[in-house]
T-cell receptor
């Protein structure tokens, strides 16, 4: 079975600080990887995704993530955060075959202080 | 939005009562998912419908939970004899068009069991 670990539960940063949120997954086969974001009072939306190819993927709003297969990791990064990045971030994984439901991590709450 | 409408947006009920939550995705997407989001717990997969195949019910936490999907479109999640631990936000999601596992979520139904 797949599982996803997000070790940072609550992160507080000042504006312009750099961000890295950790995500590790447990699954032995090929995976698709996702980061979702949930802004306060809004629905979950996709931030970025990795299916294959270049392990460094870029998403919306200046976010990027790097897939490191040997470490089973897919960390999310942003060089300079803004107050508007305050949100909860979820890492998710699924296998391209078999059950297609995404397995989510427990989420990281990011608070950016102006 | 994400092409998924959920109702009610908020539901307060008394312990022991039954509740029904509705999900209405835009047409043309055969896969539909229900997740539960509890405070600090991330997203927990509940059930998955794919076309005419038997639903994947492996995530339902107990036999008090059931779901159906009529006509390949609207889905209803039913919780019988609600308990306080059922309090959560119940999210419905539809699949993306390319079948890669990307999901598009509704706003959710917040259930509070008193």
């Amino acid at each position: 079975a797949q599982s996803v670990s997000q070790h940072n539960h609550h992160v507080i940063l000042s504006e312009a600080a750099s961000l890295e949120l950790g995500c590790n997954y447990s699954y032995g086969g090929t995976v698709n990887l996702f980061w979702y974001v949930q802004y306060p009072g809004q629905h979950l939306q996709l931030l970025l995704k990795y299916f294959s190819g270049d392990p460094l993927v870029k998403g919306i709003k200046g976010f990027e993530a790097e897939f490191i297969k040997s470490k089973f990791s897919f960390n999310l990064r942003k060089p300079s955060v803004q107050w508007s990045d305050t949100a909860e971030y979820f890492c998710a994984v699924n296998a391209p075959t078999g059950r297609r439901a995404l397995t989510f991590g427990s989420g990281t709450r990011l608070q950016v202080q102006p | 939005g994400a092409g998924v409408s959920q109702s009610p947006s908020n539901k307060v009920t008394e312990k022991g009562k039954d509740v029904e939550l509705r999900c209405d995705p835009i047409s043309g997407h055969t896969a539909l998912y229900w997740y539960r989001q509890s405070l600090g717990q991330g997203l927990e997969f509940l059930i998955y419908f794919q076309g005419n195949s038997a639903p994947d019910k492996s995530g339902l936490p107990s036999d008090r939970f059931s779901a159906e999907r009529t006509g390949g479109s609207v889905s209803t999640l039913t919780i019988q004899r609600t308990q306080q631990e059922d309090s959560a936000v119940y999210l419905c999601a539809r699949s993306g068009e390319k079948g890669t596992g990307e999901l598009f979520f509704g706003e959710g139904s917040r259930l509070t069991v008193l």
